[in-house]
């Protein structure tokens, strides 16, 4: 069981075939969008995804099969 507050929580892993699979832990009927980057300097962040969360779990799956390293953000936006 995972307990968070008011901020989301990510947790990123190596799937199938070496895919990312991201798990999002946040309040259900949030909305967030997932956010990436490859490289923290500079920090430039790229919209992956936007969702709205309908329990407090959610599963995203990026798409890619690489063996760069990736770095994930979820960011609450306000509607």
């Keep these: 069981m995972t307990l968070i507050a008011g901020q989301p929580l990510l947790e990123a892993a190596r799937g199938t075939n070496h895919t990312t699979v991201v798990t ?5 009927g949030t909305n967030y969008g997932i956010q990436y980057t490859t490289n ?3 920090e430039v962040w790229t919209a992956l995804t936007n969702l709205t969360l309908t329990n407090a779990v959610q599963f995203v799956y990026p ?7 990736e770095f994930f953000r979820a960011v609450q936006q306000v509607m």
């Design 63 to 69: 798409g890619r099969a690489t063996n760069r390293m």
């Design 40 to 42: 923290l300097f500079p």
């Design 24 to 28: 999002l832990y946040g309040n259900p």
